[in-house]
């Protein structure tokens, strides 16, 4: 695709993100953001008629989207979930090479460059909880999807989800970093039973944490967009009450967009709402000359804010290395309310959008370490 075309439905795409602090809560430890990448330079002297400072803005070179669920006592989780957010966008900003088209030949490197950019922010977690001892043992989960049309980029750690639905199905992109999806992969554990295990809350891979290796493990896949397709990413407050069959119907009944992620989180809270809930959706136009011009504006809400859409994809994945790790128990994934002040109302979610521990033996992981890329077709 010419660089020209890629613009366009980059800058044709719709998002819009929403977040909850759920029924049982006090504080809404999630995060999540969605933007657009472009160039600026700013003018500080010309002979050309530009008023004084001005800032020039190129074209959109790619979107943006992120979620992260945040884990710790008091504000501990809510910290660890701002702060991944703000030095990945601190990491991006200062990395020209983001605001280029990819090159087939560099995929390879910019992959690994995805890796380093998660633990780089887990290096910086585990810095701040050293020097805080309120904030010690705080972590978050981290998913984030990167668009470069027609390519999508999704790094992650932890057990927050990145899906593609496509054509009426829901495909889930990321691995959740527990240890009864370890259990599963080993046969130690019915895939039917994983939701409702124990296990299922106790994280071996999250961004703060301790692996027996000293760093986290980066996730990465990579998928081919398709219009008409739609990028979903959620913490896990939103899957753990609604199947893929179910996130499928909801979000390819409508195209509004706000009206989609109020309705799955409704369902949430509906069906228990123990935890915050968080949801982006990303949607690409489904013809080029059904679009319509749209200029991104933000709309700031009181916790959420951010949405973007983009071009979803044809599946194509980078199998992620896998090891060992110390497990470490989520304690705010209990059910019981996490302590702190009242921060919002389950009645008021935040939204925006954008328009243009010991828990027993280590379960090895049964898969290949095979890191290279793998490209694979949705079923």
């Known amino acids: 695709m010419r660089s020209d075309e890629s613009a366009i439905r980059l800058a044709k795409t719709h998002a819009y993100g929403m977040t909850d602090v759920g029924r049982k809560r006090r504080v809404n430890q999630d995060q999540f953001l969605i933007a657009q990448l472009n160039k600026s330079m700013l003018v500080t002297s010309t002979s050309l008629p530009l008023n004084h400072r001005s800032r020039l803005y190129g074209g959109i070179q790619g979107l943006l989207f992120l979620v992260a669920d945040g884990m710790g006592g008091h504000a501990a989780g809510e910290k660890a979930s701002s702060l991944a957010i703000d030095n990945l966008i601190t990491q991006l900003l200062n990395s020209v090479h983001w605001f280029f088209q990819i090159d087939h030949d560099c995929e390879e490197d910019f992959i690994e460059d995805l890796k380093e950019l998660l633990k780089n922010t887990h290096r910086r977690i585990l810095s701040e909880s050293a020097v805080n001892a309120e904030q010690q043992g705080m972590g978050t989960t981290l998913t984030m999807a990167h668009v470069v049309w027609p390519r999508l980029y999704v790094v992650h750690a932890g057990d927050s989800r990145c899906y593609l639905i496509r054509g009426g199905e829901c ?12 259990l599963v992969e080993s046969g130690g554990l019915k895939p039917e039973d994983e939701a409702t295990s124990r296990w299922s809350n106790v994280l071996w891979n999250v961004l703060g944490g301790q692996n027996e290796d000293g760093d986290l493990i980066a996730e990465v896949r990579r998928a081919t967009l398709e219009p008409g397709d739609t990028i979903l990413l959620c913490s896990d407050g939103l899957y753990r009450y609604l199947d893929e069959a179910t996130l499928a119907s909801v979000v390819s009944g409508s195209d509004d967009l706000p009206a989609i992620c109020q309705d799955l989180i409704n369902r949430a809270n509906d069906a228990g709402g123990e935890d915050n809930i968080t949801v982006v959706l990303a949607r ?17 809400g009181s916790g959420e804010t951010n949405t ?26 209990d059910g019981q309310p996490a302590p702190g002040p009242e921060s919002a109302d389950s009645a008021n979610p935040r939204g925006g959008d954008f328009l243009p521990g010991d828990v027993g033996p280590v379960i090895r992981d049964t898969r290949g370490n095979d890191d290279g890329i793998e490209d694979t077709l949705p079923g």
């Open 171 to 182: 495909q889930q992109l990321t691995t959740d970093h527990t240890l009864a999806r370890k």
């Open 284 to 300: 690409p136009c489904r013809s080029q000359l059904g679009c319509s011009e749209s200029a991104m504006q933000s709309s700031a």
């Open 308 to 333: 973007n859409d983009s071009d979803p994809s044809k599946l194509s994945d980078t199998d992620p290395l896998i090891q060992p790790g110390q497990f470490a128990e989520d304690p705010s994934r």
